[in-house]
């Protein structure tokens, strides 16, 4: 059981450029969300998913796409990368909330986005 | 509109101090609290989760309260050790799907 597993782990783009990152979760969880955590500012939510084939707009979304073609994944694109994307980005899961602990939200480790 | 800070920013005790992490959020209308550790360069881990209906919960040297009413939440870490040292984050939930996170307290236990 690997838990929610995010990659790559670092990445290192030019303005312009694109790029996803791919988040995967082995919990059978229905939510997923993608964070950015800037220094001083917290973790923004960009993008997030009640379920498979469903996406939603979260704090901070532009510039950002994602899709939630398998239950398991959900991926984050960044068609034309800027330096304001320059970030910490993590995934999380959770499940619908029927049980004693499935309201918490599980976090992968992380993608280290530099964008130059 | 729901926020949520912690202070202080950062915090240095010696080891074995009992110490209190704070958490404010402005709105009492949510359906929990999740604390979190963070250690540097890797991802949150959960530590407690806290319904509404909840008063505080208990995990090992750890406990966490929650105030809905006054919108206030602690985290108590016990007998502080070298290991604790990391960021604790705590999170709202003032909906069915999304959370809203505090900036966090970077806690260093000295040895």
């Known amino acids: 059981n690997a838990g929610v597993t995010q990659t790559p782990k670092f990445r290192v783009l030019k303005t312009g450029q694109s790029m996803t990152l791919l988040c995967a979760q082995d919990?059978?969880?229905?939510?997923m969300y993608w964070y950015r955590q800037d220094p001083g500012m917290g973790l923004r939510l960009i993008h997030y998913s009640v379920g498979e084939g469903t996406t939603a707009k979260g704090e901070v979304p532009d510039g950002y796409n994602v899709s939630r073609l398998k239950k398991q994944n959900f991926l984050l694109g960044l068609e034309s990368a800027a330096p304001s994307q320059t970030s910490v980005y993590f995934c999380?899961?959770?499940?619908?909330?029927?049980?004693?602990?499935?309201?918490?939200?599980?976090f992968g480790p992380g993608t280290r986005l530099t964008v130059t | 509109k729901q926020e949520v800070t912690q202070i202080p920013a950062a915090l240095s005790v010696p080891e074995g101090e009992n110490l209190v992490l704070n958490c404010s959020f402005t709105?009492?209308?949510?359906?929990?609290l999740q604390w979190f550790r963070q250690d540097p360069g890797k991802g949150l881990t959960s530590l407690l989760l806290i319904q509404s209906s909840q008063r505080e919960q208990t995990s090992g040297r750890l406990n966490a309260s929650l105030d809905k009413s006054s919108g206030r939440s602690t985290l108590y870490i016990a007998a502080s050790q070298p290991g604790d040292s990391a960021t604790y984050l705590c999170a709202v939930r003032p909906g069915t799907y999304k959370y809203i996170f505090g900036t966090g307290t970077r806690l260093k236990v000295l040895a």
């Open positions: 919990m059978n969880h229905e939510y």
């Open positions: 999380a899961s959770r499940d619908l909330g029927s049980g004693k602990s499935s309201y918490e939200q599980y």
């Open positions: 709105d009492s209308a949510i359906y929990n």
